[in-house]
């Protein structure tokens, strides 16, 4: 966590640097790097799996706990507690970034990052839309984007980890998922922001 009176900004979790997408087109490889902010990885030792869904519970809003969600604008302050009273921790700057809640308290909730790192944001700064981002704990590797599920497809793309993208659907196996212009298929294992064998429609 950032030193007191310090701000860390965060733009995509542990994105490491480059979305990289290699895809197939009229016969032909093309490369297409899109250049993004990278933060430091996280420490030896620290969390980055989500909790596993069997644990959940109903929140004071009716919702279960733990479960995932997404950044709703580009600037999040992240507190040290649940209100405006306490200190900024850090602030993300990454719209769509999916973060976990792992707690409520009234209009505020505490949220986990895929580094492992939580803090409490209110409530409006956040949206359920389902994002994820790939394989964040495989730094400077790729993961292979397929047209279809079981390996029946062909390899449409290999993208980046820390790359954000969006769920269109899940199996419990594998994920439909929107990313860099692309729309394919990765095992549902390879992504952070879905729970193993969650089932998901967009």
């Known amino acids: 966590m950032a030193e007191s009176g310090k701000r860390k900004r965060r733009w995509g979790g542990t994105i ?32 980055t799996a989500s909790t596993t869904g069997s644990a959940k519970v109903l929140g004071p809003s009716g919702l279960p706990v733990p479960r995932f969600v997404s950044l709703k604008t580009d ?71 397929y047209s279809d599920t079981g390996l029946k497809g062909g390899l449409l793309a290999r993208v980046s980890a820390g790359v954000v993208g ?11 998922v929107t990313v860099g212009g692309y729309r394919g298929y990765i095992e549902q294992t390879m992504l952070w922001g879905v729970y193993p064998g969650e089932q998901v429609s967009n």
């Open 16 to 47: 490491a640097g480059a979305l990289c997408v290699l895809a197939a087109a009229g016969g032909a490889w093309m490369l297409f790097v899109q250049k993004h902010e990278a933060t430091a990885a996280a420490q030896v030792g620290d969390v």
């Open 75 to 145: 600037k999040v302050n992240v507190r040290r507690g649940p209100s405006s009273d306490h200190q900024v921790a850090w602030v993300f700057q990454r719209r769509g970034l999916p973060v976990e809640i792992v707690a409520e308290f009234e209009n505020w909730r505490r949220i986990r990052d895929s580094d492992g790192e939580e803090g409490w944001v209110y409530q409006s700064m956040l949206s359920g839309k389902r994002m994820v981002t790939i394989a964040p704990w495989r730094k400077e590797e790729t993961v292979p984007l």
């Open 166 to 176: 969006t769920i269109d659907d899940c199996s419990g196996a594998w994920c439909a």
